[in-house]
């Protein structure tokens, strides 16, 4: 059986992080007390009981018994805790973004390198949305012919009175197109099963009044594959209205040559109630399928890899070719330069 500790309580990803492990037949040795956001350390404490809490942070990174760190710890830390974690011969899965900086993705890739172990990247958009198991299904089978655009829009809620400081730090949280597009990035080149692809436009912006000027609250990418014509469009915002049930209106379509999915992973506005609403148009009709109920498998397959040392869940190229898309996109939107 794997075994794993959580370190790096800063982001409430780290719930569905340890929750999804321990439903997948993992156990958890403990997890680290420090945290930069107390409501975080108080929501694992009631979320999972019967969990050890450590207030020695190495004494979890030394222990011989543990197989795995977990991690939402503040963005830009990560990498320097999952380099620690490769080197004392352990596995790392952190939430996104896994790397602020092109130096920490360089840092990571050593590590990696030198130690023979797997950094990932948990892109909770996918890796927890049943409604994206079913479509990428559907386009293996073929249901839409061959994929040639994906669309994804990542819209969140700002929520700013519960958010910790450093979340409006860009040097902290890495900005909008490194943190929230990375899902985007990801999804592009499952859909359309390329390798790589070029950043052909990023922008971000600033267009609210809840936050400082120099916050990033839009951001947008065009993405083209290489070779070939596959392209990518993603918006991502802090504009979530109040209103709305839920924390954000993520859609992701999917374009292909005979057909078109469009999947509305947190609600049908004004709708079907509940989650995982996936719609399919081809060449027999339209129909909606409910996907709410459809398993998740990126954890399960990750233990698998764990214990195999194999790839199945996610290969580590992958992982950094996402990382440094969202970098390039990032220094496209800031400084206009290609990196």
């Known amino acids: 059986m794997t075994t794993f500790a959580a370190i790096g309580l800063d982001h409430r990803h780290i719930y569905h992080l340890i929750g999804e492990l321990l439903a997948a037949g993992a156990q958890c040795a403990g997890y680290w007390t420090g945290t930069s956001d107390p409501k975080v350390l108080e929501g694992v404490r009631e979320r999972f009981p019967t969990?050890?809490?450590?207030?020695?942070?190495?004494?979890?990174?030394?222990?011989?018994?543990v197989d795995l760190i977990v991690s939402a710890a503040v963005p830009a830390e990560r990498a320097a805790l999952a380099v620690q974690a490769l080197r004392r011969?352990?596995?790392?899965?952190?939430?996104?973004?896994?790397?602020?900086?092109f130096e920490q993705l360089a840092q990571v890739q050593a590590a990696v390198a030198e130690t023979g172990r797997i950094f990932s990247i948990c892109f909770s958009e996918r890796h927890v949305v049943p409604a994206v198991e079913v479509a990428r299904r559907l386009v293996a089978d073929g249901a839409i012919g061959e994929v040639v655009q994906t669309l994804g829009l990542g819209p969140h809620r700002l929520n700013r009175a519960i958010r910790p400081g450093w979340f409006f730090d860009r040097q902290q949280f890495g900005g909008i197109l490194v943190d929230i597009a990375s899902h985007q990035i990801d999804q592009f080149l499952v859909f359309t099963g390329v390798q790589d692809a070029q950043v052909v436009h990023a922008a971000v912006g600033h267009h609210g009044t809840q936050t400082e000027g120099d916050f990033q609250d839009f951001g947008e990418i065009v993405l083209c594959s290489r070779p070939g014509q596959r392209r990518g469009y993603v918006r991502v915002d802090w504009f979530t209205p109040d209103g709305l049930p839920t924390w954000g209106d993520g859609r992701l379509f999917i374009l292909g040559t005979?057909?078109?999915?469009?999947?509305?992973?947190?609600?049908?506005?004004?709708?079907?109630?509940?989650?995982?609403?996936?719609?399919?148009a081809d060449r027999h009709g339209t129909r909606h399928i409910d996907c709410s109920a459809e398993p998740l498998t990126f954890f399960q397959a990750f233990l698998h890899d764990v214990r195999e040392r194999t790839q199945t869940a996610m290969t580590?190229?992958?992982?950094?070719?996402?990382?440094?898309?969202?970098?390039?996109?990032?220094?496209?939107?800031?400084?206009?330069?290609?990196?």
């Open 51 to 65: 969990l050890r809490a450590v207030d020695d942070r190495d004494a979890l990174l030394d222990d011989p018994t």
């Open 89 to 101: 011969g352990k596995d790392v899965l952190v939430d996104k973004p896994g790397v602020t900086s």
């Open 258 to 280: 005979t057909g078109s999915i469009e999947i509305r992973k947190y609600l049908d506005i004004e709708g079907r109630s509940g989650t995982n609403h996936l719609f399919l």
């Open 316 to 339: 580590q190229a992958h992982v950094f070719t996402v990382c440094r898309l969202a970098l390039e996109a990032d220094a496209l939107a800031t400084s206009g330069v290609r990196a």
